[in-house]
């Protein structure tokens, strides 16, 4: 086959997902948001513009409030990078607000500008399309968001909103008032796992604790244990499954960046319109091969009902774990382990080693290392048959 006839199936094929795609969206949209306030540890960046006093002071700027505790970051002209000043504060010490100078005349009068007409710890509920006081009048149609809120001396207009993990949170509003106006664009915002991996259940103890399988051990024989007998099941409870990702939780250079980047391999075999999209039916097949997962399928999975809808989550929480940031990593990771530990049952015959009636769970570690396995040997393998050959050093390195 010439290349451009290969590239023109690969078009093809594309389409044709598309297009069952398209027709599975018309269903009507379940999403129902979770109220803003009930955000703990959150973060939004974007860029402000504040018009008062004949002045005209223009930022990027990032938000981040954990717990009670906020900080507003002035970055002036980089979307990114070191503040050049911070306003600390706590939204029940409406005056005990800090500044911190990193750098920058110019970027201290900006703050000062922002300071003598927003207070800062307003945006922590304004900048989730919330009242800051009881003295606040609300205006709203929809019960998922806020259209205007008056209060401060300012009318408050929510133009647009976006969907950011489980929650609606404003991307454009307009402040117009006395004193001026302040128009507000957010381009990207975190809604939690800002400072830990984890999710609350797990306590300092059991995050310390060394595993129960001992060290030493062949973890091929492990898995594969050479008089033919099933491997002993090691399953993954939360404080196991926290532990693994505290060992990479912070060490990432940007957490903008998530695990991998755009130089890694893993983006590049993984990027969208790849190839590797066209052997979900492989790696599938390849996957069924493991009793266990043949019966979790059968009894718990809704593929029968609803195999789009399936693949688009399952797509969904694989991209954002190889695309997202470091909190968006973790969110799906974390999602996905409490979806598993749902997953549990009795083999319901003999299949290989196992017999029929032995347990089996879907957060367990030789299952799981086997559907990881399928997942990435299918995307080298379809990369390979669609794109060109790896070299051996391209494939360690993936």
């Given at each position: 086959?010439?290349?451009?006839?290969?590239?023109?199936?690969?078009?093809?094929?594309?389409?044709?997902?598309?297009?069952?795609?398209?027709?599975?969206?018309?269903?009507?949209?379940?999403?129902?948001?979770?109220?803003?306030?009930?955000?703990?540890?959150?973060?939004?960046?974007?860029?402000?513009?504040?018009?008062?006093?004949?002045?005209?002071?223009?930022?990027?700027?990032?938000?981040?409030?954990?717990?009670?505790?906020?900080?507003?970051?002035?970055?002036?002209?980089?979307?990114?990078?070191?503040?050049?000043?911070?306003?600390?504060?706590?939204?029940?010490?409406?005056?005990?607000?800090?500044?911190?100078?990193?750098?920058?005349?110019?970027?201290?009068?900006?703050?000062?500008?922002?300071?003598?007409?927003?207070?800062?710890?307003?945006?922590?509920?304004?900048?989730?399309?919330?009242?800051?006081?009881?003295?606040?009048?609300?205006?709203?149609?929809?019960?998922?968001?806020?259209?205007?809120?008056?209060?401060?001396?300012?009318?408050?207009?929510?133009?647009?909103?976006?969907?950011?993990?489980?929650?609606?949170?404003?991307?454009?509003?307009?402040?117009?008032?006395?004193?001026?106006?302040?128009?507000?664009?957010?381009?990207?915002?975190?809604?939690?796992?800002?400072?830990?991996?984890?999710?609350?259940?797990?306590?300092?103890?059991?995050?310390?604790?060394?595993?129960?399988?001992?060290?030493?051990?062949?973890?091929?024989?492990?898995?594969?244990?050479?008089?033919?007998?099933?491997?002993?099941?090691?399953?993954?409870?939360?404080?196991?499954?926290?532990?693994?990702?505290?060992?990479?939780?912070?060490?990432i250079p940007d957490a903008r960046v998530g695990l991998y980047g755009p130089d890694s391999m893993m983006?590049?075999?993984?990027?969208?319109?790849?190839?590797?999209?066209?052997?979900?039916?492989?790696?599938?097949?390849?996957?069924?091969?493991?009793?266990?997962?043949?019966?979790?399928?059968?009894?718990?999975?809704?593929?029968?009902?609803?195999?789009?809808?399936?693949?688009?989550?399952?797509?969904?929480?694989?991209?954002?774990?190889?695309?997202?940031?470091?909190?968006?990593?973790?969110?799906?990771?974390?999602?996905?382990?409490?979806?598993?530990?749902?997953?549990?049952?009795?083999?319901?015959?003999?299949?290989?080693?196992?017999?029929?009636?032995?347990?089996?769970?879907?957060?367990?570690?030789?299952?799981?290392?086997?559907?990881?396995?399928?997942?990435?040997?299918?995307?080298?393998?379809?990369?390979?048959?669609?794109?060109?050959?790896?070299?051996?050093?391209?494939?360690?390195?993936?």
């Open positions: 086959m010439t290349r451009i006839t290969l590239q023109y199936s690969k078009v093809i094929l594309l389409g044709m997902l598309l297009m069952l795609q398209g027709c599975s969206a018309f269903k009507a949209s379940h999403f129902v948001p979770e109220s803003a306030e009930n955000m703990r540890e959150w973060e939004v960046e974007g860029r402000f513009v504040l018009r008062a006093d004949s002045t005209v002071s223009k930022s990027h700027f990032a938000f981040r409030q954990i717990g009670e505790e906020y900080a507003l970051s002035i970055l002036m002209d980089e979307p990114v990078g070191e503040p050049k000043v911070i306003i600390h504060g706590n939204v029940y010490e409406p005056d005990s607000e800090t500044v911190d100078v990193i750098g920058g005349a110019e970027a201290m009068k900006v703050a000062e500008h922002l300071q003598a007409h927003i207070r800062a710890g307003n945006l922590s509920y304004w900048l989730r399309g919330l009242p800051a006081t009881a003295d606040a009048v609300v205006y709203q149609e929809d019960l998922d968001r806020v259209d205007r809120i008056e209060e401060a001396g300012w009318d408050i207009d929510y133009q647009e909103y976006m969907a950011v993990q489980n929650y609606l949170l404003p991307s454009e509003v307009t402040f117009k008032g006395e004193p001026g106006s302040f128009t507000l664009n957010m381009v990207r915002a975190e809604t939690a796992y800002l400072t830990h991996p984890c999710g609350q259940n797990v306590s300092p103890t059991e995050l310390e604790a060394e595993p129960e399988n001992s060290a030493g051990q062949d973890a091929v024989r492990q898995l594969v244990p050479s008089d033919g007998s099933p491997p002993i099941p090691r399953w993954v409870d939360e404080a196991a499954f926290c532990r693994q990702l505290v060992k990479i939780h912070g060490k983006w590049k075999l993984s990027r969208a319109g790849m190839p590797g999209a066209f052997g979900a039916g492989r790696a599938l097949l390849l996957q069924l091969a493991h009793p266990w997962v043949t019966a979790s399928i059968d009894e718990h999975s809704v593929v029968r009902d609803d195999p789009l809808g399936r693949a688009r989550r399952t797509f969904q929480h694989v991209g954002t774990m190889v695309f997202g940031s470091m909190p968006q990593v973790m969110t799906s990771a974390n999602q996905v382990r409490d979806i598993h530990e749902e997953i549990e049952g009795e083999v319901p015959m003999d299949s290989g080693a196992f017999q029929r009636g032995s347990e089996y769970r879907a957060n367990e570690v030789a299952a799981m290392i086997w559907v990881h396995a399928t997942l990435w040997e299918t995307l080298a393998y379809m990369y390979e048959k669609m794109e060109g050959e790896l070299t051996r050093e391209e494939k360690d390195q993936f």
